[in-house]
């Protein structure tokens, strides 16, 4: 027997992996394209898909209703749509969605938000929510959820009626959630944040590539999984503070890896006395197109531009096109310098039967950068 409904707001990759779960539990489930304001409810043919990139590349017929019926029948619904703004704009890019959303809110529902907000951003989204759908707190559960950090709990700010939304989420994730306010909880994801990129830059600044071997390595991509909410709390604090002065040093120093790590492919060419027209650059990194965050895109884009600013053959390819394309063959007839942007593209490659292994280079994209040759 199918339980209640549930709709994910926004075609993101973290909501289409919750779909997912949620449709396995037996839930119907929605996704709603937000830029069209379309619905898709999802059969279970759509767990034959591994990833919603794969889902969307493919040609499907899933059925498309309309969002006034879905939203009606849905007691949970998760609204993460893919930023597409600049981050100055976050607040009020969401507050022009929630605005028809919210009315059309039916009572007793619970929405929860797994989106970046900022200093104050879940106090100001929760009373968006409160005045366009008309609903008090007891008639209205809301959660914000932020990223999972690989902990056996996770915070979240909530307000009003949440006690069935808990369970929901712990039956979806496995993951115990503890309820703080709003204020509390926001202070505990920018604590937990700050000291991740702490983390990251203190390596970053003290570590050369013959320091570290053993030990846990962090990868271009670990480095900007919380970029965006970096930025967020940087534009959101108030001047003249300290935690204003310590997440712009912060920023600085995440904004400065792609550039070191173009500089250490610099003195690999000049090394080995090579001409950056005679060789390949093939950046690996394989990240979701649809990602609610515009981290990886944003960094991987800066990065391949200093790139090709010295190399005319720069590619940026996922390590299943990597594969699929049987780049690193025999046939090389150029250097071929592959860069590994997280620690799945590296554990492909070290699984490729690298051949003419004279004419490729391999670069972990760690901190601090390292070679294998």
């Avoid at 069935?164 to 920018?190: D, H, M, P, W, Y």
């Avoid at 909410?229 to 534009?235: G, M, V």
């Avoid at 690193?328 to 071929?336: A, E, G, K, Q």
Wanted: with cysteine; aromatic share 12%; proline share 3%.
């Amino acid at each position: 027997m199918e339980k209640t409904g549930f709709t994910v707001y926004g075609l993101s990759t973290e909501g289409y992996e919750i779909a997912l779960k949620a449709l396995e539990k037996g839930y119907i489930t929605s996704v709603v394209d937000e830029k069209l304001n379309s619905p898709i409810k999802f059969s279970k043919k759509i767990l034959n898909y591994k990833s919603v990139d794969e889902f969307f590349e493919e040609e499907n017929l899933a059925e498309i209703t309309s969002l006034d019926e879905v939203i009606a029948n849905t007691k949970y619904l998760l609204f993460c749509p893919k930023i597409r703004c600049e981050i100055e704009e976050i607040q009020s890019y969401y507050e022009k969605m929630l605005k028809e959303v919210s009315q059309k809110i039916v009572k007793n529902s619970i929405i929860f938000f797994w989106i970046p907000l900022g200093e104050n951003g879940q106090e100001r989204i929760a009373k968006v929510v409160y005045d366009y759908s008309g609903l008090k707190e007891n008639e209205l559960g809301i959660i914000f959820l932020p990223p999972f950090f690989g902990t056996d709990t996770n915070y979240a700010g909530t307000i009003g009626n949440i006690e069935e939304g808990i369970k929901f989420l712990k039956e979806l994730t496995n993951v115990n959630i503890s309820s703080l306010t709003l204020e509390k909880a926001e202070r505990k994801f920018s604590l937990m944040v700050l000291e991740k990129i702490s983390g990251y830059t203190t390596q970053m600044i003290t570590l050369s590539d013959k320091d570290i071997s053993s030990e846990i390595q962090y990868y271009f991509n670990d480095i900007f999984s919380y970029y965006t909410d970096l930025k967020l709390i940087y534009y959101t604090t108030k001047r003249g503070t300290s935690l204003k002065s310590f997440s712009g040093t912060l920023l600085r120093n995440i904004e400065s890896y792609p550039k070191n790590l173009v500089n250490y492919i610099k003195n690999i060419i000049k090394e080995k006395k090579l001409k950056p027209s005679r060789v390949r650059v093939i950046v690996l990194w394989s990240k979701s197109s649809y990602h609610v965050r515009p981290d990886f895109d944003e960094a991987s884009n800066k990065f391949l531009l200093m790139l090709q600013d010295i190399f005319p053959d720069v590619q940026l390819l996922s390590s299943e096109q990597l594969v699929h394309k049987k780049l690193l063959t025999p046939y090389i007839r150029n250097m071929c310098i592959t860069v590994a942007c997280s620690e799945k593209d590296f554990k492909v490659l070290e699984r490729q039967s690298i051949q003419n292994r004279d004419k490729v280079i391999v670069i972990k994209a760690t901190l601090p950068p390292s070679r294998l040759e």
